[in-house]
């Protein structure tokens, strides 16, 4: 698929390349629930390799999920699809406010998520769970200092949750979308623990008073219940 001009993608079918064990599918997922954004959606099994798929390849040569194709504009990387469908679909501004101050603010923490929370929480459980499965085993040190990131972005998210309900004010933002789904991944291990996070507690259960949140990581709370990670 080509992308040809920036100007043609917006059609009002979207096709949503996603798992639902995918943090960062998720977040847009959301966005798209609660924006009342229709999308098809197609399931590549990550654990399966799928990714790597010749046909995926050619859409995704990242050889990751999510992906979005938009009429012929294809788009990964799942903090850019949610501020394109943000900017194309006349959604609210308070989900990514055209104010260059709070939007700045959102782009940090976006940037800040990929580094360290997702580090913390996905990098972690892959080493931990799921690369054992595959016979790949993980240092004692490099698990430690995995989830002393998750630490240390729990205490930074606990803080700046103290003045507000949501990351960024008393509306939701796509932060809160992009970190929610990852940081509820920390049901799936006992190894995490947030008890000394009393704000981030809070806004997590606040995020899961909304049903579309809980819908599409319903893949984590299941696998939380049986503590371990849901089989796809
Ligand atoms: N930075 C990307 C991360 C995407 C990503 O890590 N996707 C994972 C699933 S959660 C994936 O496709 N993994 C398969 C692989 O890398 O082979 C985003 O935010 O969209």
């Known amino acids: 698929m080509e992308n040809k001009d920036s100007s043609s993608g917006k059609s009002s079918h979207v096709t949503l390349y996603a798992n639902d064990s995918s943090q960062p599918s998720r977040a847009v997922m959301i966005f798209c629930d609660l924006n009342g954004i229709k999308y098809e959606k197609k399931v590549i099994n990550v654990f399966a390799g799928e990714q790597f798929s010749p046909e995926y390849k050619k859409l995704n040569p990242a050889s990751q999920v999510p992906c979005l194709v938009d009429g012929d504009f294809v788009i990964s990387e799942s903090h850019t699809i949610l501020k394109y469908l943000h900017a194309t679909r006349n959604c609210a501004d308070h989900w990514y406010p055209s104010d260059i101050l709070k939007r700045t603010k959102?782009?940090?923490i976006l940037d800040w998520h990929h580094t360290n929370l997702?580090?913390?929480?996905?990098?972690?459980?892959?080493?931990?769970?799921?690369?054992p499965m595959m016979g790949k085993e993980t240092p004692e040190w490099e698990l430690k200092d995995l989830l002393k990131k998750f630490k240390k972005s729990c205490k930074y998210l606990n803080t700046l949750l103290k003045s507000s309900d949501y990351l960024f004010g008393k509306e939701m933002t796509i932060a809160d979308l992009a970190i929610f789904s990852e940081f509820i991944d920390y049901k799936l291990h006992p190894d995490f623990d947030v008890s000394s996070y009393p704000e981030l507690q809070k806004w997590s259960e606040r995020m899961q008073s909304v049903p579309e949140v809980v819908n599409a990581c319903y893949t984590t709370l299941k696998g939380a219940e049986k503590n371990k990670l849901a089989k796809i």
């Open 118 to 131: 997702r580090e913390g929480v996905h990098t972690y459980i892959l080493r931990k769970i799921v690369y």
């Open 106 to 108: 959102i782009d940090e």
